[in-house]
């Protein structure tokens, strides 16, 4: 178990909602990632924040939103939900300190489903 | 962006060994991860690799050439729980623009 937590498990949503998940962090760490995984595909980055800023973007459009908290929880908003964002997301802690220490651990997903 | 590739599925024998082989090009590279991912669970980091040559972590292995692009992970004394999804990943860090990309995975079956 990596400490990193995610709400809810499962969602349904209809096509044109919004929708938020949440990720809490392992202690100590300063940086999060979100990442969208279709059955069958590797995790795609979406998105990483470092000290509540942003600090990298995949492709992704505007729709596919977030936030970091000062205690270093973080948000993903999705707005106009289509029926490709059904997939599993997931969220990745880790502590950045810019010498190469990358490791990234992961919390169990949110299984979102858009009917 | 970065091109990743890697086979879709091995299979093997319980107590052999297997080498997952991950191709990649990317511009601005700075180091490849591997990490297993069970059915229905998130992935778990096994490795990152940001020099040249092999790192070894008890049965798991992994080797990077920079210049080929080239990466492969080596599982030994293969047991049944090993049946997963191997993931290879290439982070790629220019300018404080942070992109971590990933390949499709490799599933592999341990067969008794």
């Known amino acids: 178990e990596t400490g990193v937590t995610q709400s809810p498990t499962h969602l349904i949503k209809t096509r044109g909602q919004q929708v938020t998940l949440r990720c809490s962090s392992q202690?100590?760490?300063?940086?999060v990632s979100w990442y969208q995984q279709a059955l069958g595909q590797g995790p795609q980055f979406i998105f990483q924040y470092y000290r509540e800023e942003e600090n990298g973007r995949g492709n992704f459009p505007p729709r596919f939103s977030g936030l970091q908290f000062p205690n270093y929880s973080s948000e993903l908003n999705v707005n106009a939900l289509e029926l490709d964002d059904s997939a599993l997301y997931l969220c990745a802690s880790s502590y950045t300190n810019w010498t190469g220490d990358y490791e990234q651990y992961f919390g169990p997903g949110t299984r979102l489903t858009v009917t | 962006g970065q091109n990743i590739d890697q086979p879709t599925e091995m299979t093997a024998t319980e107590g052999a060994i297997v080498q997952i082989n991950c191709t990649y090009q990317?511009?601005?590279?700075?180091?490849l991860f591997w990490y297993q991912q069970h059915a229905g669970e998130a992935p778990t980091f096994l490795s990152y690799n940001v020099l040249d040559g092999l790192e070894e972590k008890g049965r798991f292995s992994s080797f990077l050439s920079r210049s080929k692009g080239y990466s492969y992970l080596l599982l030994k004394e293969l047991q049944m729980k090993d049946s997963a999804s191997y993931l290879c990943?290439?982070?790629?860090?220019?300018?404080?623009?942070?992109?971590?990309?990933f390949g499709a995975g490799t599933t592999v079956t341990v067969r008794a």
């Open positions: 990943a290439v982070l790629d860090f220019r300018s404080n623009d942070y992109k971590l990309s």
């Open positions: 202690s100590g760490h300063n940086t």
């Open positions: 990317t511009s601005g590279f700075n180091g």
